[in-house]
Nanobody, 126 residues
Framework: VQLQASGGGLAQAGGSLRLSCAASGRTFSSYAVGWFRQAPGKEREFVAVISQNSGSTYYIDSAKGRFTISRDNAKDTVYLQMNSLKPEDTAVYYC????????????????????WGQGTEVTVSS
């Protein structure tokens, strides 16, 4: 699977951005897809994940109520809608795909992911 992340940019605190992760190469619907981010000088951290059939989603606490992950398997694309952005959301955001074999299964651990996109940079100004 090849993943292409896009949609990053500059936003003001309180603003919104929508990230997209477009996939190609294999049966996208067989993969759970996660978003991770890495801020300067920090380790990569999990942000959100969606199961292959959209039946399950999970977010880090700081994203709950502000971010929404969704997918359109017909378009082989996963989205991360980010609202009420904060300066601490500033990071490079990566999407990643994890091959799963059961409905509703997902992982929040980066090492479980098989494929990674190139990252898209999000900067939130105060």
């Amino acid at each position: 699977v090849q993943l292409q992340a896009s949609g990053g940019g500059l936003a003001q605190a309180g603003g919104s951005l929508r990230l997209s992760c477009a996939a190609s190469g294999r049966t996208f619907s067989s993969y759970a897809v996660g978003w991770f981010r890495q801020a300067p000088g920090k380790e990569r951290e999990f942000v959100a994940v969606i199961s292959q059939n959209s039946g399950s989603t999970y977010y880090i606490d700081s994203a709950k109520g502000r971010f929404t992950i969704s997918r359109d398997n017909a378009k082989d694309t996963v989205y991360l809608q980010m609202n009420s952005l904060k300066p601490e959301d500033t990071a490079v955001y990566y999407c990643a795909a994890n091959r799963v074999y059961s409905a509703g299964v997902y992982s929040t651990r980066a090492y479980n992911y098989d494929y990674w996109g190139q990252g898209t940079e999000v900067t939130v100004s105060s």
